[in-house]
C-alpha cells in the first residue's frame, strides 16, 4: 500500500480486520463444528419411530382394502374397512337428466379389543358389535367413502354415508344413511329424501359435508341430528358451496365450524358456511389432484396431498410451505395415509411402508413387507396405533413407538 495516497491507505487500514500473528485465512478453525442435532438428521434414514406387536385381523375377504379408518372417539377401538363390490353403474333420474355413480363398496368393522373371528350380519340387523362385523348398506352399496362424526363427544360412534336405493321404478336413488356403530347398534339408518350427494364427506357437530351430485364443483352443508336411540334422523340443507372450478376430490371441517375443501382446480379453500363467503384460500400447483387432507384438532393447520408433493398451511398465520417427496427422500414413497394430529405421514415404499416426519418428510421408521401390495393405512386419533390392509383383504395393526 505505499503507492497509494496517505489518507486513503489509512481509510482502507481501519476498514480491515485486525491481523492476528499466530493465525492465517487458511487455518483450520480452533474448534471442532458441533454434532449434527436430531433435527438436521445427520442420519437420513435414522430410526425415531418404531412399529411394534403386528398383529393381523380376521381378513375381510379377498378383495383389495381400499380404505381404512378409526373411529375419532377418543379411545374407542373401532377399526373400519372399506372393500370394492363389483362394479355396477348405478344410473338414477332426477329432473329428466341421469347421473352415473361412483364405485360400490362394503363395510367392514373391527372391535379392536377383542379381535376373535368374523361376525356377519343382515344389514338392517341391530346385533352388537362384539368382534367385526360387515354391511353393504341394504344390497345397494355405499357410493364412495363414509365419514364418521367430530366433535361429537365420546357418547356415541355415528358413521354416515351416501348409499344407493332401488325406486318403485327400480331406479337408484342416492340417499344419506348413518348409522350407530359404537353402542353395538349397526344399520339403524335415517334416509334423507332428495339428498343428491355423494363422497367425498366430511361430518363434525351437527354439520355435515358432501359432494353434490348434479355439480360436482359445489358442496352441500347439511345440518344433521341423529339420534341413536330410536335411529330417526333429521336433517336439511343449510347452504350450497359453490367456490371451485373443478371436481371437489376432498372436504373438511374446522373445529371453528368453516368448511375446507380442495378440488383438481388446485385450490384448497376455507369458506365461511354461515354466508358462503371464501374465508381464505391458496393455489397449489401441482400434477395431479389433492388425493389426502388433514386438519389438525386445533385447527391450527391443514395438510394436503397432491401426488407425492406435502403441502402444509397455517391458518394462523396464513404461511404455506411444502416439499416434494422425491426430493427429501433417497427412494420413492406414495403416500397413503395422514395421522389425525398431522403429526405423521404413512406411505408405500417398494420395501413395504414408512413413516416420516409430516412437516419435513424426513424418515422416522418403516416396516419391510414382501406379500401383497400395500393399499390402505390409517393411524388412530392418539397416533398409538397404525393400521395397514393390501389387495388381498389382509389388515395387520401395529402399535407405534416413538423415541
Excluded at 373391527?110 to 346385533?127: D, E, F
Excluded at 371436481?247 to 358456511?273: H, I, M, N, Q, W
Aim: net charge negative; with cysteine.
Amino acid at each position: 500500500m505505499t503507492d497509494l495516497p496517505p489518507r486513503f491507505t489509512t481509510d482502507l487500514a481501519d476498514a480491515l480486520p485486525a491481523a492476528s500473528s499466530s493465525r492465517r485465512w487458511d487455518d483450520p478453525p480452533e474448534h471442532d463444528p458441533p454434532p449434527p442435532s436430531s433435527q438436521d438428521d445427520g442420519d437420513p434414514l435414522k430410526t425415531t419411530l418404531l412399529l411394534i406387536n403386528p398383529t393381523p385381523l380376521p381378513p375381510a375377504g379377498p378383495a383389495e382394502i381400499v380404505h381404512l379408518a378409526f373411529s375419532p372417539v377418543p379411545g374407542s377401538p373401532l377399526l373400519l374397512a372399506a372393500v370394492p363390490r363389483e362394479f355396477v353403474s348405478h344410473s338414477f333420474k332426477d329432473y329428466h337428466m341421469t347421473f352415473t355413480s361412483a364405485p360400490c363398496h362394503s363395510l367392514h368393522f373391527w372391535n379392536l379389543g377383542t379381535m376373535h373371528g368374523l361376525q356377519r350380519y343382515a344389514p338392517k340387523g341391530l346385533k352388537k358389535l362384539t368382534e367385526s362385523c360387515s354391511f353393504t348398506a341394504g344390497g345397494g352399496g355405499i357410493n364412495g367413502l363414509p365419514a364418521f362424526r367430530r366433535g361429537g363427544g365420546d357418547a356415541d360412534v355415528l358413521l354416515a354415508a351416501a348409499r344407493f336405493e332401488l325406486t318403485a321404478n327400480n331406479i337408484s336413488m342416492p340417499k344419506l344413511a348413518a348409522y350407530d356403530v359404537g353402542r353395538g347398534a349397526v344399520g339403524r339408518e335415517g334416509l334423507v329424501g332428495g339428498s343428491m350427494i355423494r363422497a367425498p364427506m366430511a361430518w363434525r357437530g351437527e354439520r355435515m359435508a358432501a359432494v353434490s351430485v348434479r355439480d360436482e364443483t359445489r358442496v352441500v352443508v347439511l345440518r344433521f341430528s341423529f339420534v341413536a336411540s330410536t335411529g330417526m334422523m333429521k336433517t336439511g340443507i343449510e347452504r350450497e358451496v359453490a367456490g371451485h372450478l373443478g371436481e371437489v376430490k376432498l372436504v373438511g371441517f374446522l373445529p371453528t365450524g368453516e368448511l375446507v375443501s380442495a378440488g383438481v382446480d388446485g385450490y384448497v379453500r376455507v369458506t365461511s358456511v354461515e354466508d358462503g363467503r371464501t374465508v381464505r384460500r391458496i393455489y397449489v400447483s401441482a400434477r395431479v389432484g389433492p388425493g389426502l387432507m388433514g386438519v389438525a384438532p386445533d385447527g391450527g393447520v391443514v395438510v394436503t396431498v397432491w401426488g407425492r408433493e406435502v403441502v402444509v398451511w397455517e391458518m394462523g398465520s396464513g404461511k404455506v410451505t411444502g416439499y416434494n417427496l422425491d426430493a427429501v427422500r433417497s427412494y420413492e414413497c406414495w403416500p397413503l395415509c395422514v395421522s389425525p394430529d398431522c403429526r405423521y405421514l404413512v406411505c408405500r415404499t417398494e420395501d413395504g411402508l414408512d413413516v416420516s416426519d409430516l412437516w419435513t418428510g424426513k424418515f422416522k421408521g418403516e416396516w419391510v413387507w414382501k406379500g401383497p401390495l400395500i393399499t390402505a393405512a390409517a393411524v388412530n386419533e392418539e397416533s398409538t396405533v397404525l393400521a395397514v390392509g393390501d389387495c388381498k383383504g389382509g389388515i395387520q395393526t401395529f402399535e407405534i413407538i416413538t423415541a
